[in-house]
């Protein structure tokens, strides 16, 4: 494979902002649509001019496909259009998400014409986007988390399809559409790059567990890449997954992505003595990347409440040693980059963007978090010094 330089990465910034822009249906069967929510798509102008200071120009959106295909096969692009305008004022790079979480009213994941429906929307957002920027490298996410959406539809009850037993269902469905898609936006653009966004996560056995238990839970611990497996190829080949379409392996990291199975139990990521069975995030995604050999981002991390500040050191900690090694991390998104509600209670706002929401404020308002910000600039440093300005790495063939 070819040799990479720090000039490879098609993105125009370390750091990225990510806003959330779900459209899915919630536990209530409520359809959510947190772009106006937010105030984001009100405050778009507003929101790309607050990333400057923070070193951010390069940020995650979405398209809503739920609000696009109202009518089968017939879009609307009108609201993406207002926003690629803005990005263009801004000089913002800004990376699509084509589903993230939400479905037309008609579809869900185990629909027969699921997967022919998203690749003909691959189809028309290339069209429509190429109408608009002719020029320029288009960065696309597919199907957002699908680890982790075929669990909350899947097994969960906690959105569409509604059902229990039925995460590997939900998640064939979703990858054969993956699958499909990524061929139809490679037909339709040959230059477009592809960046998976999944969660990365450590599932442990109990203390003193039995062969059965610590079988459990190295089960469970694997089918995080399930997703990605089967977009490579490596399971399921039958769906037509290449290795071809892994391009860019993204990975979504939060504060609960280490836990304890049977019974369940969060795993503290900032103890005064750390759980042993812990595995610190540098080592989460050097084996991430032993198993892919891909170019890599985080593209997802945030934390709730007072302790995002010592989130943002830790984050810059891990990410500095991960780039020393020469391993070629090419962003780390802050997400969100404003603060959301809950999907389910929409009254109850996480406070885990580096902006918290004024809620007495139309829009809402906006509140920069000055802990986080101080954080984050001072991360940024511990970041910046850890890149090597010319550097080489060659990246192993997937297996």
Known sequence: MAILTPDSSPFQSFWWGGYECTDQLNAFGNRVDFLPLTGHLQLIDEDYAAQKPFNVGTVREGIRWAHIEKTPYQYDFSTVKTMLDAGARHGVQQIWDLCHFGYPDDLTPLHPMFARRFAALCRAFVDFYRSVRPEGTLIVT??????FISWLGGDANGTSPYCHGQGWRVKYGLMRAYIEGSYALREADPGIRLLTTEPLINIVPPPNAWPQQRREARDAHNNQFQATDMLCGRMSPELGGSPELLDIVGFNYYYDNQWQLHPHQKMGWNDVVMDPRWVPLHKLLQNAY?????????????HPGVDRPTWWRMIAEECAQVLRKGLPLQGVCIYPFIDRPDWDHLDQWHRSGLFDADLTQPGPGRVLHQPSAEALLQAQAVVSAARPPRSRVRLPELL
């Open 142 to 147: 597919p199907i957002n988390e699908v680890s």
């Open 290 to 302: 032993k198993r892919y050999g891909r170019p890599f981002a985080i593209t997802e991390t945030s």
